[in-house]
């Protein structure tokens, strides 16, 4: 995969920060992370099967999904949109309800980049969420996010080439 994700938690700090760009305009980027139907399709770890409670993406909305694995475990997330601006930026809470009482507050902003090598639009997605400590932190990192976002950008990689070519 030519887009690889990046993933910083500095030591000490209760954040971390990730960066992925797609091979796509802005809005079609935005617009898998504002509808539930594509929601559903990309986020998570391949062999996951999710369902959407909420997906009210606009400032003041809510959120919450169950993702299950193939085992038919169940892991039970949860948030409140804050902040949305259409094609540029969001603003959301992210609670893990497996681990109650820890919620991060993550920032997405969506950037174009210049046309690449095809000549097709770029979009650069930044992510910065804030935890509460650096354990809550430190607890994210060693559950598996990394493997579970990567394969999640690749799918969502996955289906915007195919809107693209569809």
Do not use: C, K
């Not at 910083?8 to 971390?16: N, S, T, V």
């Not at 992370?33 to 400032?59: E, I, K, N, Q």
């Not at 090598?117 to 060693?142: C, F, K, N, Q, W």
């Amino acid at each position: 995969m030519s887009n690889a994700l990046t993933i910083e938690a500095p030591e000490g700090l209760p954040f971390i920060d990730s960066t992925r760009e797609f091979d796509a305009p802005v809005p079609a980027v935005f617009r898998a992370h504002a509808d539930p139907d594509l929601v559903r399709r990309w986020m998570g770890p391949r062999g996951y099967t999710m369902d959407v409670g909420a997906w009210d993406f606009r400032s003041g909305g809510s959120w919450s999904f169950v993702h299950r694995n193939p085992a038919g475990e169940e892991f039970r997330f949860r948030g409140t949109f804050h902040t949305v601006r259409q094609d540029r930026f969001a603003v959301q809470t992210f609670e893990y309800e497996g681990v109650p009482d820890v919620v991060s507050i993550e920032s997405l902003t969506f950037e174009p980049l210049p046309a690449g090598p095809g000549g097709g639009s770029r979009t650069r997605l930044r992510i910065h969420a804030v935890y509460p400590s650096v354990e809550a932190r430190d607890g994210m990192v060693a559950s598996g996010m990394e493997g579970g976002m990567r394969e999640g950008y690749e799918q969502l990689e996955e289906l915007l080439r195919d809107q693209a070519d569809g």
